[in-house]
């Protein structure tokens, strides 16, 4: 603050500084206002938290205003030409409303011509394991999954129902060093609110989740816990008419082309929305189901699609084109109300052909585990056109240890080993191009640079076994 006095000489320096503050209070904006400015961490990555809204609601005096911002690139925000007065300040974020977590905000004061800051940050990792599973210590690559459980059909608690969890998990023997994949399993059961919490669940691992409730099996989810926060929530429903009975028996070892499939799923629910594919861009015969109902849809050439008669609950959305990524994410459906769900898929990248100048591998995975691995089996791409197969499952039709159901994107290669419970049929991991759980025919066989294929039981490189056996592929 600037004060003046009716000394010549101390007016003679006030006129600086009262310049200044005259300078400030314009860049502040209006005359008479002041801002609020400061910068948001995102503690779990060690990173500025950009794209966050900021919020700033004034309390007093009334009449209650409120203004915001974003933060940039640097996580910094800035909200300018504030009424002087006391402000309560917020922020959110999609990962903060991911988790279902809203912050205190916090109380500041405004003052005429002055800027006041507020720094905020994510809660860490840490933190963030300690609230999903309080009095444990959670370590490093194990985390939780937390939710809350309800009928689909009355959209009420579900009190006492199960929730199984299943992995795969490797370990190696300590006098052979032999390693081996065992199928690991938990249950808990949910509290007089229909909250669960599956605590030290391993991180950066697929995960099947399923909800279980008056002997009827919800559809298996999918998710990963991310090691970085060690929590994701993931809430479940069922409506028990459109459920299955659960299994008299888990193991389902040597499923395959012979296993008849279970009849679908139906019900009154409805789901449409619009498939988009590079830059946000509508796309079209994208062939879009729910797995374990009953028929399919085309996407239109507005990316459009629309599916019937499909059972409540939690279920999986699947999408699947040409040329792109699979796709599967959960829907909550409800018997007779109309879901809107979009879905944007990820284009396999392929590079152009090239000119060759040097000798140095362009594959140098596939040759590495070729010379170090002899329990598998390696094609080039000189080895796949020589089979001359017309869809890459074709390629496995006469591989022993193998079978092949379907045709085109509805087919499936199998594993006459493994023994798995909440998966159904003892699939091999499909990895494209790095990418793992994709579709056999996602890739043409022109495509393919190089192949690695491991049988169910035999050892296969660690990042990509889950105990039915591995199939690789490098693309051109």
Partial sequence: MVIMTSHRSSFCFALP?????????????????????????DSIHAAPLAKANVLAVRTEPEPSVSSGAATDARGRYRI??????????????????????????????????????????????RTLRLAACPGLTLDSETGAVVGRLSDADTDHPLIGAKVVVAWYDLSVDRKTL?????????????DSLGRYRLCGVPTATWLVVQVQADGRSGSPIRLQVPDSAGVVVRHLSISTPAARPIADSVSVAGAGADTVPPPPLTGSALVSGVVRGVGGLPLSGAQVRVVGARGTALSDERGRFELRDLPAGTQVLEVRRIGYLLAQQPVE?????PISQDVRLQRIVTLDSMRVLAQRSRYPEFEQHRRMNGFGTFFTADEVARRASFETSDLFRMIPGFRVSGYGLDAKVTSSRGVTSLTGACSPNIVIDGMPNQEINLIHPSSIGAMEIYRGGAPTPPQYDRGCGAIVIWSK
Avoid: H, N, W
Avoid at 20 to 36: C, D, E, H, P, V
């Fill in 333 to 337: 459906l409800r018997a007779a109300r």
């Fill in 80 to 125: 300018d030409s504030l009424q002087a007065g006391r402000y309560m300040v917020e922020f959110a974020s999609p990962f903060l409303d991911s988790l279902e977590i809203t912050l205190p905000p916090r109380e500041v004061s405004v003052v005429e011509g002055r800027s006041t800051r507020a720094d905020f940050a994510l809660p860490s990792g």
């Fill in 17 to 41: 500084a009262l310049a200044a503050a005259t300078l400030l209070s314009r860049s502040l904006g209006a005359q008479g206002t002041g801002r609020i400015e400061g910068t948001i961490t």
């Fill in 178 to 190: 032999k390693p081996s994949i065992g199928e690991r399993t938990g249950v808990v059961t949910s």
